[in-house]
């Protein structure tokens, strides 16, 4: 079953302009990440948010998450040409364990330079 | 990378033959999990391991089943393989705590 819905399903800026991507789940979850993936390539961490936070930093990344609309958001700020890739948001199922993760579907990134 | 290796990277098979991927890792984690990507599902657990000989079901467990003899090891077997098999699939392992999840990098398998 799909638990993170990602909006937009694709996303087209320029280099220097922002990015933003919104992820919506159904579930309570514990904690929720972020995982970048490069074409062809696995998926790469990075960030996760615990349910009782509600902002995380991460160099030009920006998480936040609400926990009582259930939806996160993910900023990029001053986006690169290598920021081109698909995004995933990820949620555990409740479990406690961060490896069993339900992922959204992604949103596409292009960033032209 | 993390240290997770997946063989093989490519392959084709027939409908109906057994197919086995492999996955390794040379990070010493507890836990390894197989997950498939597909256009329109994103990825989806197949199966995970928690430790030697330690292994449960995951979404989408139908079809395919897995063994861990190693810690190093996590194989995934097809028996029969099905053309609703084709697609890609990913290994992950996660050290303890929150830690996240490290990928590999991958095998694209296409049942004909």
């Known amino acids: 079953s799909q638990q993170g819905e990602e909006d937009p399903q694709a996303l087209s800026i320029q280099e220097g302009e922002n990015a933003t991507m919104n992820c919506s789940y159904k579930?309570?979850?514990?904690?929720l990440q972020w995982y970048r993936q490069n074409s062809g390539r696995g998926l790469v961490h990075l960030i996760l948010?615990?349910?009782?936070?509600r902002e995380k930093h991460s160099g030009r990344l920006r998480v936040t998450l609400d926990t009582s609309k259930k939806s996160s958001s993910l900023l990029i700020t001053a986006s690169r040409a290598a920021d081109t890739a698909s995004y995933f948001c990820?949620?555990?199922?409740?479990?406690?364990?961060?490896?069993?993760?339900?992922f959204g579907q992604g949103t596409t990134l292009q960033v032209k330079p | 990378d993390a240290g997770i290796t997946q063989s093989p990277r490519h392959k084709v098979t027939e409908t109906g033959t057994p197919v086995t991927l492999r996955c390794h890792q040379t990070?010493?984690?507890?836990?390894m999990y197989w997950y498939r990507q597909d256009p329109g599902h994103g990825l989806r657990l197949i199966h995970y391991?928690?430790?030697?000989?330690?292994?449960d079901k995951g979404e989408v467990s139908d079809g395919y089943s897995v063994s861990r003899s190693k810690t190093e090891d996590f194989l995934l077997t097809l028996e029969s393989a099905t053309s609703s098999q084709t697609s890609v699939y990913f290994c992950?392992?996660?050290?303890?705590?929150?830690?996240?999840?490290?990928f590999g990098n991958g095998t694209r398998l296409t049942v004909t």
């Open positions: 992950a392992i996660r050290g303890r705590g929150e830690s996240p999840l490290h």
């Open positions: 579930t309570s979850i514990n904690n």
């Open positions: 948010i615990r349910s009782n936070e």
């Open positions: 990820a949620t555990d199922d409740g479990s406690g364990n961060t490896g069993k993760l339900i």
């Open positions: 990070e010493n984690h507890r836990y």
């Open positions: 391991s928690y430790g030697v000989k330690d292994t």
